[in-house]
């Protein structure tokens, strides 16, 4: 769940989760699996890949990480951008 | 988002986390939040609003628009054991209907409360016919289901 993190001047980021965590030697191979997923459309029946990102929540900076929510049904919602109009 | 904010009571009393994302900052999410979310939804957006700089995670969900440097709208239904029950991806102008998304949740959840033995045909909603699948339907389905149950 959410869990507070304090803010920097540095643009706070997130990404996939298992990437990182691979060896160093088997690199080009992750990275290689990582750009063959990119752009292509992940599939219904199949796993959600994991990520972490900063959040805004309920007036804080928080860290979300899509894993801890498992037992629990999920919405999640992309967008072009804040301000835009629709 | 405010319309999704709007309808956050209905999804939470069905059990349904809301995650938002785009490539904005957490900086930038909170003025949109404080400056104008706020104004339409009393108390402003109730869920966390997740920030994808770069776009790494919209690439990985296949949603991720480098020419515009930007997220689609994409839309995921994640079930508990974390798998993707159903996706919907609109280009920005056209925005999507929560109205759909709370009639598919309740679908998927009434599939799978019965362990795949019930099956919502076309337009189901809760309290219409649903299909239990087997032998003894095939072939039957007419019978069961007419294709004006599939409209409002």
Redesign the interface.
Known sequence: MPEEFDAGCARPTGGPVGEDDAPAEKETEEVFKASAREGTMIKVGQKAPDFTAPAYYKGKFAKVKLSEYLGKWVLLCFYPGDFTFV | ?SA?ADRYPE?QK????????????????????DH?LSKMVEGGI?????????G?????????D?E?G??????????????????E?LT?????NVNE?LRQ?QA??LVRESKGGKATPSGWKPGKTVLEPGPDLVGKVWEVWKTDMARD
């Open positions: 988002m999704v999804l069905l059990g349904v986390e809301v995650l938002s994302m785009s490539v904005d900052s957490v900086f930038v999410h909170k003025m949109w939040n104008e109730p869920y966390p609003m997740l920030s994808d700089g770069g790494n995670v919209g690439k990985i969900y296949g949603i991720y480098e515009g930007v997220e689609t709208r994409g839309r995921f239904i994640i079930d508990p054991d974390g798998v993707v029950q159903g996706f991806v920005p102008p056209v925005g999507r998304t949740v998927f959840q």
